[in-house]
């Protein structure tokens, strides 16, 4: 089991993590969300004893990242460009991942290869789906037990997104590994992920799964006898997607008995729920003034 | 079992610079003694066919054996100096500067630039695991270089018809070519440190002259400007000389014992000799043993979230941005004051001033922007 | 290919997963005996986690519509009685469609026609299903 605890980091004078507290288990699939600048490459350089934080801890099962050096066996980090095997053939990246970890499967990593029809180059040659897929399947290969991906489908031509999210499921389902995936392409967290950590300013905002976020936020669309009321637009706690004649469509952080009673009191003529996706609950909990920056 | 995996990974990233540091060692170690034993021969030739063209040069110069133009006095050029200019210490030591950085900023400052730093730092191996293994590869490749083009130097001043000169010296060379390999490991020894002052290549290597030679300069810097100051101070004694000698200065600066050889009288003089060999082989060492142990401490220490800044311990930047100001402006100050004859006070600080000013802006624009982008 | 998954619906992911398992094998289109794909399979296939995979076939197995046989694989029950086919869910959407017929200028006649069509389309399949015992 992984846990983060209380994880705290400042740099040049900027508070980019904040007391970051969550636990992984096996087999689960974490999906990491945020606005850019969020902290989210942060945290994940820091779970895997790159950076060192100010304050707290990055823990697999007892022991800490920062003080035990051969947890790295275990926990993977793919950042989001092969930028650091550029200059190594496939095989030589190979051979080199399998002096490191014992646990590499070579036959693994070679059927990859093959299933997807990829020659041994220099890997700054490959295209960006093949050097994805590459990398990937390299950490794959190692079997460890934790994988930290930052935005791994990100610039992938569609077919690429799928093979990638394709492995990762399949890993997961065979292995019980768990993976924390930090990514923008929503839509496809909210298929694969268990969970997901909403992380603003460096704090964690939430940590819930799709359907328990959906439960605590509610996606409304309201069509009132007279036209919309203006103190319903003027809510603080609301984000309003569309007013259209006497149509409201609008979106609420938490779905409160003081929100029904208000809608009520307005005399709506047809109240009804709409389901949110992850993009929507990521708009309300994260979106909002000034968190452009 | 698994170290060797680091050793091998920091050979696969070094092994072109490394293999090309022997290379040319071997030949700068042989190729300059094989052509000065050519001139030897001609200068030789020379004198016995025009004896009387040299002082104190007898007229039955041909019946000399070659021997005798080495012993008699300086009134014979070059020659006096035999032993001493068959052995290329100044082209030696160049190399071993430039190959030196230049190995060291593939070590850690190439890393550093791309995201090979991150994925080292990912490993399971400690900070101190990896740091020593770019050590031991780089120390390698000077110890090879050193071992190879030593003794074949030895070996074709033995070889040649002036062979006389190195044989009841051999001990002597030897410790003279072991005190280039120690200075060449130290250089590249302090440059490695300074991978984790720099935080990319370009930096390291800006860090690495620095490291070299500040501690010479800026004795130099201080003197000068007190010497504008004449009239306050007394500046009788030279404190840059005396810098230059003492012994903590020979360890902080590995070059400061090279510019402490006379090349001229060393292998005749003694105590020159016995100056020389009682220093600067262990100083050398000396300053390895710090280097290495100061990098190693910077390694561990270096925040990794300040990898492309100029300097990545950010808690000492207003430090850098002080000693940055103060060593420009009394390099300013020093430089308008001479422009009078006598040292002028008030020239002198308005140079101070202006000196202060530029660093103070280029230490803005260095120190406190952001190299790489950071990556949240 | 046999399962539509609905992202922006409000029934969750193996909710969907249940009761379209439920609607293949009533249509007959999945029959007692024959082999389900794996979790992996089916997470790979939709591109959806294979926890969800796993829950909602744990589901069936508890409702009797899936048996899982170590070593071979999951399949279809020979006996399967639907038994607690939610009722509320299904009345709300008759009453639903009825409003949409309103919106959609669709007579009453022909939208009784059209019910009782396929209804007794998919009572045939159910009943042959049944019948085979």
């Known amino acids: 089991m992984l846990t983060v605890q209380q994880l705290s980091k400042t740099i040049d004078r900027q508070q980019v993590l904040q007391d970051i507290d969550f636990t992984v288990n096996s087999g689960e699939i974490i999906a990491l969300v945020g606005r850019n600048g969020a902290g989210k490459t942060t945290l994940l350089r820091t779970m895997v004893g790159i950076i060192r934080p100010d304050k707290g801890d990055v823990r697999y099962g007892p022991s800490s990242i920062f003080e035990k050096a051969e947890l790295k066996r275990d926990v993977i980090f793919v950042p989001d460009s092969a930028d650091a095997l550029k200059h190594y053939t496939i095989n030589e990246a190979a051979a080199l991942y399998e002096s490191i970890y014992p646990s590499f499967n070579r036959s693994v990593f070679r059927e990859t290869l093959t299933r997807y029809n990829i020659d041994n180059k220099k890997i700054r040659q490959l295209s960006k789906g093949q050097k994805a897929m590459v990398t990937l399947s390299l950490a794959f290969a190692v079997q460890a037990k934790y994988y930290l991906l930052d935005e791994p489908t990100d610039g992938l031509d569609v077919v690429a997104k799928s093979d990638v999210l394709k492995l990762m499921i399949a890993q997961v389902e065979a292995r019980n590994c768990s993976i924390i995936v930090s990514s923008h392409q929503l839509h496809e967290l909210e298929r694969i992920a268990d969970r997901i950590i909403m992380i603003e300013k460096g704090r964690v905002k939430a940590v819930m799964s799709l359907d328990e976020a959906r439960e605590t936020s509610v996606k409304l669309q309201v069509v009132f006898n007279d036209q919309v009321p203006v103190e319903l637009l003027e809510r603080k706690d609301i984000e ?32 009804e729920e709409i389901p949110m996706s992850l993009e929507d609950i990521f708009r309300v909990q994260l979106g909002g003034e000034a968190s452009v920056f | 079992m698994s170290f060797k995996i680091l050793l091998k990974k920091d050979w696969k990233q070094v092994s072109i610079l490394w293999m090309l540091l022997v290379v040319l060692s071997v030949i700068v170690f042989t190729v300059p003694a094989w052509t000065q034993l050519e001139d030897f021969n001609r200068e030789i030739e020379n004198i016995r066919a025009n004896p009387s063209s040299f002082e104190g040069v007898p007229l039955d110069a041909s019946n000399l054996p070659d021997r005798w133009f080495f012993e008699s006095g300086d009134s ?24 030196g950085l230049l190995m060291a900023s593939v070590l850690i400052g190439g890393e550093r630039n791309s995201q090979m730093s991150d994925f080292s730092m990912s490993l399971p191996f400690t900070r101190t695991q990896l740091y020593i293994s770019k050590w031991l590869i780089g120390a390698s490749g000077f110890v090879v270089a050193t071992l190879l083009g030593g003794p074949l130097l030895m070996a074709i001043i033995h070889l ?10 051999d001990l002597e060379v ?11 490991i130290s250089v590249f020894s302090i440059s490695l440190w300074m991978g984790s002052f720099g935080g990319e290549s370009i930096s390291q290597a800006l860090w690495s002259f620095v490291a070299l030679l500040f501690p010479i300069g800026i004795v130099t810097l201080i003197e000068g400007s007190l010497y504008t100051f004449e009239r306050f101070v007394d500046v009788s004694y030279s404190l840059t000389q005396m810098w230059m000698e003492s012994i903590p200065l020979r360890v902080i600066s590995p070059l400061a014992n090279v510019f402490n050889i006379d090349t001229y009288d060393i292998f005749r003089s003694n105590r020159l000799w016995e100056d020389f060999v009682t220093v600067a082989p262990l100083s050398a060492l000396a300053s390895i043993v710090i280097s290495f142990g100061l990098g190693l401490w910077a390694f561990n220490r270096a925040p990794q979230e300040n990898n492309g800044r100029f300097f990545m311990f950010s808690n000492w930047l207003w430090l850098v941005h002080l000693i940055m100001v103060l060593t420009f402006g009394m390099l300013g100050g020093i430089m308008l004051s001479v422009v009078t004859f006598s040292p002028n006070i008030p020239l002198y600080i308005i140079g101070f001033v202006l000196g202060g000013f530029i660093a103070h802006l280029l230490a803005k624009r260095l120190l406190y922007r952001f190299n790489l982008k950071l990556k949240s | 290919m046999l399962y539509k998954i609905d992202m922006k619906s409000a029934e969750p992911l193996y909710e969907q997963i249940v009761n379209q398992t439920k609607a293949l094998v009533i249509r007959g289109i999945l029959r007692p005996g024959d082999k389900v794909m794996s979790v992996r399979e089916l997470a790979t296939d939709l591109v959806i986690n294979p926890n969800t995979v796993s829950k909602a076939y744990q589901e069936l197995e508890r409702l009797g519509l899936l048996e899982m046989h170590r070593g071979r694989g999951t399949f279809v029950s020979e006996d399967w009685i639907d038994q607690d086919s939610p009722r509320a869910p299904v009345l709300e959407a008759i009453k639903k469609l009825a409003i949409d017929c309103h ?8 939208a009784l026609t059209l019910f009782e069509t396929e209804y007794k389309k998919v009572g045939e399949n159910h009943a042959d299903s049944t019948a085979t015992e």
């Open chain 1, 240 to 271: 309003v997607i569309n007013v259209t004649g006497r149509v409201a469509l609008f979106m609420a952080k938490e779905r409160t008995k003081e929100l029904e009673t208000f809608v009520d009191a307005h005399d709506p003529m047809l109240i």
């Open chain 2, 76 to 99: 014979v050029g070059m020659l006096y100096n035999g032993l001493m200019s068959l052995i290329p210490m100044g082209m030696v030591i160049f190399l071993y500067v430039v190959f």
């Open chain 2, 160 to 169: 040649s018809d002036f062979s006389f000169l190195i044989q009841p010296k």
């Open chain 2, 174 to 184: 030897s410790i003279m070519i072991l005190f280039m390999m120690l200075t060449g």
């Open chain 3, 103 to 110: 919106y959609a200028n669709i007579e009453l006649n022909e």
